[in-house]
């Protein structure tokens, strides 16, 4: 089982002002997929705040991945790829890239996300769209390739060194 913290950046989920709708669809997704969530929190709009939410899950929780959601367009307040940027050891920007690819099939809008995706120690961290919509494409589309790089990364797949 692997296991999954989610992360959801907004001011107004955080002030209780909005349902967060885009954790719950990562959460159901992520579970329906063999993923046990450790943790779930709302945090603002603030980078020190999600950097502290990404190092917990990470260094303290050990969970294999971290969804994001939210934070990651062209507002001033939305900080999330920099916060993801300066905890992360190592990027990888695959998974955002095949991210942004799929959604621009889908939509044209998709060109302003800013997220990234990197690892942290055994961490993979990846950032999401903030609509519930678009998390589900996005997780529909990557969520089971992640689990290779969660094998490789972690080492705990029979066969990840024959392929």
Do not use: W
């Not at 450790?38 to 969804?67: A, T, W």
């Not at 678009?134 to 797949?157: M, P, Q, R, S, W």
């Amino acid at each position: 089982m692997y296991t999954l913290g989610i992360i959801t950046s907004s001011d107004k989920g955080y002030a209780g002002e909005r349902e967060d709708g885009s954790g719950k669809v990562i959460k159901e997704i992520a579970e329906a997929n063999g993923f046990k969530v450790e943790s779930y929190v709302i945090v603002p709009d603030e980078k020190e705040m999600l950097k502290e939410q990404f190092i917990k899950m990470s260094d303290e929780l050990g969970v294999n991945l971290i969804l994001s959601t939210g934070g990651t367009g062209f507002a001033p307040r939305d900080v999330t790829p920099e916060a993801t940027k300066e905890i992360i050891d190592r990027e990888a920007p695959g998974i955002a890239e095949a991210i942004r690819m799929y959604s621009l099939s889908i939509t044209k809008r998709a060109m302003l996300s800013r997220a990234v995706s990197g690892i942290r120690k055994r961490t993979l961290i990846v950032n999401l769209p903030g609509s519930p919509k678009a998390c589900k494409e996005a997780l529909d589309y990557v969520l089971n390739d992640l689990k290779h790089g969660i094998d490789i990364l972690n080492e705990t797949a029979k066969d990840c060194a024959r392929k």
